[in-house]
């Protein structure tokens, strides 16, 4: 009987300490997940809109070019997360379908649209390329009117003739001009035909040309931060 009743204290004690650890965890990860819930909510948020060279084609994560930035913007405590929204292969039209689905995901403080290079590889009409993108800055402005923009243009191959490239060239300060967004003229400046700063495509930035992607742009940013 005696032995019995020592069990049963053992057993009370035993699963109570189990309990009271088990509380303790609870209270300790609702803390944690508050701590998490605090840092982001103190924080913007930076969209990047783009292509394979805002996904970072050819290069790890960490090495695409919001990333980069991001690290930028940590190291000066800007407050701002920054978003990778890049997909490879979009198209503006690609893009005007998806930007409701990604604007719908985070709050958007600063939007960086970098669509455009699809369109000019593939000959799209410029008409259409500059339809898209204003509609696409619309939709943003429209669910987010206090949002900054900034809009990355880009420049289509010389194959392509002296006629489509003036078109392109003329058509992202259009659109800078009508939307009142701020104009970053060639996303690609310092790195475009510079053989050492791109992958074998000659296309894509390397790591090393994608550090001075980040550079160029994070300038552009600095004044809508």
């Not at 790890?60 to 913007?73: C, F, G, R, T």
Request: hydrophobic share 40%; net charge neutral.
């Amino acid at each position: 009987m005696k032995l019995k009743l020592l069990l049963i204290l053992f057993l009370f004690i035993f699963f109570s300490s189990c309990q009271e650890k088990n509380n303790q965890q609870k209270k300790e990860n609702v803390q944690e997940s508050s701590v998490k819930e605090t840092t982001t909510s103190d924080k913007k948020n930076i969209v990047f809109f783009g292509n394979s060279l805002t996904a970072g084609y050819g290069l790890e994560k960490e090495q695409a070019y919001p990333s980069l930035i991001q690290k930028m913007i940590d190291d000066k405590a800007l407050g701002y997360n920054c978003i990778n929204a890049g997909l490879s292969g979009e198209t503006t039209a690609g893009g005007l379908n998806r930007v409701d689905w990604v604007i719908g995901q985070e709050q958007v403080d600063v939007f960086v649209l970098a669509l455009g290079g699809n369109d000019a590889l593939r000959g799209i009409d410029p008409k259409s390329t500059e339809d898209n993108l204003i509609n696409t800055i619309q939709k943003v402005k429209s669910k987010y009117p206090d949002c900054k923009i900034l809009l990355a243009g880009i420049l289509p191959p010389p194959n392509m003739g002296d006629e489509y490239s003036k078109a392109f060239e003329t058509l992202y300060p259009r659109i800078a001009k009508k939307e009142n967004v701020k104009l970053m003229p060639f996303i690609l400046k310092d790195v475009a035909g510079v053989k050492e700063l791109n992958q074998e495509d000659g296309i894509h930035p390397n790591e090393e040309g994608a550090k001075i992607l980040a550079k160029n742009i994070f300038a552009e940013l600095q004044s809508l931060l």
